[in-house]
């Protein structure tokens, strides 16, 4: 049975009739979703879920005490060594949900810090991951960084730099700067080609 990491901003605590309709999709497919606790987004989806009576669920929670469990779902508690609650903290629990997902849907809203964390860390496993972009209300599939860069090129740029620092990322994505011109480059070097084959 295939396995969909969903999360997203906690910004978020409302679901739109495109975001409610890919979630229709996974109850279709049978697919065992598997969701974190917090509010924002995981509450609005597991509260979908279980308005919609899916049973398929597991709900990831820190050690043994789960803040939402709308469903009454299985849960799985992640234990840590420090019970200092700050972003690593629960990002632990994220990471479990990553290696184990074959997929991620993440509904981000271009400033969370966690759901970026998670986009990048479901790339890094080389999983396919769907993103609902809340600023142009628009969803984007990603397979590669370079398509997570493409998202981060729409975004406000200070920001973007801000994630990347907090994140330590920027070893590991490139500036959208750097990507327009790489792609400039690129597609100069096609047109050369291009034209020197067709002499």
Known sequence: MKKVFIGGSRRISRLNKDIKSKLDQVIR????????????????????????????????????????????????????????????????????????????????????????NNIVNLLKEGKKTLIYFSPEKSFYTLDTFVDLVEILAKCDPKSVEELKEKLGLSQLLPLPDSLVESTQLRLQLVAKDTEYHGH
């Open 29 to 116: 497919k049978g697919y065992t979703v598997l969701i974190g606790d917090a509010n924002g987004t995981d509450k609005a989806v597991q509260s979908y879920l279980a308005s919609k009576n899916y049973a398929n669920v597991l709900v990831f929670c820190m050690a043994d005490r789960c803040r939402n469990n709308i469903g009454d779902w299985r849960t799985r508690g992640i234990e840590v060594s420090h019970n200092n609650r700050d972003f690593y903290y629960y990002a632990t629990k994220d990471l479990e949900m990553e290696k184990e997902a074959d997929y991620g849907f993440m509904i981000w809203d271009a400033k969370s810090k966690g759901t970026l």
